[in-house]
């Protein structure tokens, strides 16, 4: 928290100077108690005159508090919230490369990511624009950003599983469909535009002209994070059919392992200041994507609350002056 007027703060040392106040009073009566001779009725009354100083107490403690939060009002408060942008374009980008058929997450990896992305679709406010971007031998832009969930829901039912991985030119040419999505948005305080790519992939890259590296390197300069999720075990495997694409992805050839990796994912996310997820289970996909359709299209802006502490401070106030009247005392 932060204060728009913060000297109005020394306004909170009215807090100890009432107390004191309050002692020296309280100390004046106890001397005059003293000087009372009838020790006999000093004695029937002392009890109860200690339950009825410590109800006593009570309108003052609520006075002070009143006092406090009417001081940190008067010094403008302000908070930091996350709030939906208004300008705000997420990209999924989705590998669709022959191990996305693996179905050690079930019902097959890219059958956990299509509803995964769907519930993405639902989580996130509605004003956020989001496109569609898969990746195989190339990238294939399938849904330009749009607030139509419908025509993206359209394109996620088309991907399938084609053959290798261009994971770096997936990246560069989803930075371009977020470069339009957001057109000229301003960059934040830390570089960022509202702009965000949500990668999914399983393995390494086998193809494409950019490295992973070399795409992450034109999100960061382009001020998008990249979000990645790392999906599948190590267990994974495709083929078994006999022929088909190179043995790979389409059915064919011997059984082969594929497995994730983690690393150069993990390495993109850091790059552009996005964060790397891993998912074994059709769950965990899910609930990852869930988490992202309700932050990656936040933004941090400060507000101030000074009306919030005003409100406290009169309801303080209000009880104080109530608790006075019901334990028959006075405020200070």
Same mark, same amino acid.
């Given at each position: 928290?932060?204060?728009?007027?913060?000297?109005?703060?020394?306004?909170? #040392? !009215?807090?100890? +100077? /009432? @107390?004191? %106040? *309050?002692?020296?009073?309280? =100390?004046?009566?106890?001397?005059?108690?003293?000087?009372?001779?009838?020790?006999?009725?000093?004695?029937?009354v002392a009890g109860a005159g200690r339950r009825r100083r410590l109800v006593a107490l009570l309108p003052l403690v609520l006075? #002070? !508090?009143?006092? +406090? /939060? @009417?001081? %940190? *009002?008067?010094?403008?408060? =302000?908070?930091?919230?996350?709030?939906?942008?208004?300008?705000?374009?997420?990209?999924?980008?989705?590998?669709?490369?022959?191990?996305?058929?693996?179905?050690?997450?079930?019902?097959?990896?890219?059958?956990?990511?299509?509803?995964?992305?769907?519930?993405? @679709?639902?989580?996130?406010?509605?004003?956020?624009?989001?496109?569609?971007?898969?990746?195989?031998?190339?990238?294939?832009?399938?849904?330009?950003?749009?607030?139509?969930?419908?025509?993206?829901?359209?394109?996620?039912?088309?991907?399938?599983?084609?053959?290798?991985?261009?994971?770096?030119?997936?990246?560069?040419?989803?930075?371009?469909?977020?470069?339009?999505?957001?057109?000229?948005?301003?960059?934040?305080?830390?570089?960022?535009?509202?702009?965000?790519?949500?990668?999914?992939?399983?393995?390494?890259?086998?193809?494409?002209?950019?490295?992973?590296?070399?795409?992450?390197?034109?999100?960061?300069?382009?001020?998008?994070?990249?979000?990645?999720?790392?999906?599948?075990?190590?267990?994974?495997?495709?083929?078994?059919?006999?022929?088909?694409?190179?043995?790979?992805?389409?059915?064919?050839?011997?059984?082969?392992?594929?497995?994730?990796?983690?690393?150069?994912?993990?390495?993109?996310?850091?790059?552009?200041?996005?964060?790397?997820?891993?998912?074994?289970?059709?769950?965990?996909?899910?609930?990852?994507?869930?988490?992202?359709?309700?932050?990656?299209?936040?933004?941090?802006?400060?507000?101030?609350?000074?009306?919030?502490?005003?409100?406290?401070?009169?309801?303080?106030?209000?009880?104080?002056?109530?608790?006075?009247?019901?334990?028959?005392?006075?405020?200070?």
């Amino acid at each position: 928290m932060t204060f728009g007027s913060p000297w109005f703060l020394l306004l909170l #040392l !009215l807090v100890p +100077a /009432t @107390a004191v %106040a *309050a002692w020296w009073l309280e =100390r004046r009566r106890a001397r005059y108690t003293v000087a009372f001779t009838n020790l006999d009725v000093l004695a029937s009354v002392a009890g109860a005159g200690r339950r009825r100083r410590l109800v006593a107490l009570l309108p003052l403690v609520l006075f #002070l !508090l009143a006092v +406090a /939060t @009417a001081s %940190a *009002a008067v010094a403008r408060p =302000r908070v930091a919230l996350s709030e939906p942008s208004s300008q705000a374009t997420v990209v999924l980008l989705v590998d669709v490369s022959g191990s996305m058929r693996a179905t050690d997450v079930k019902p097959s990896r890219l059958g956990a990511a299509q509803e995964a992305m769907n519930l993405f @679709a639902e989580k996130i406010p509605k004003s956020v624009k989001i496109g569609l971007v898969s990746f195989s031998i190339g990238p294939e832009v399938l849904v330009m950003p749009t607030t139509d969930r419908g025509q993206l829901e359209e394109g996620i039912d088309l991907l399938t599983p084609e053959s290798s991985t261009a994971l770096g030119d997936g990246i560069g040419e989803a930075v371009q469909v977020v470069k339009e999505g957001v057109g000229n948005a301003t960059r934040d305080k830390s570089g960022k535009i509202p702009g965000t790519i949500v990668l999914l992939s399983d393995g390494a890259q086998t193809s494409g002209t950019l490295t992973p590296l070399q795409g992450a390197d034109l999100a960061r300069e382009a001020g998008i994070r990249v979000f990645t999720v790392v999906l599948g075990t190590n267990h994974g495997t495709v083929g078994g059919g006999g022929g088909g694409f190179f043995g790979f992805g389409f059915g064919g050839g011997p059984r082969r392992n594929v497995r994730p990796d983690p690393v150069t994912l993990a390495a993109i996310a850091k790059e552009t200041g996005g964060q790397t997820f891993r998912a074994k289970t059709a769950n965990k996909v899910e609930t990852v994507y869930k988490h992202l359709g309700q932050s990656v299209a936040q933004r941090t802006v400060r507000r101030e609350v000074s009306s919030w502490f005003a409100a406290a401070a009169a309801a303080f106030l209000l009880a104080s002056i109530a608790a006075a009247r019901v334990a028959g005392g006075r405020l200070p």
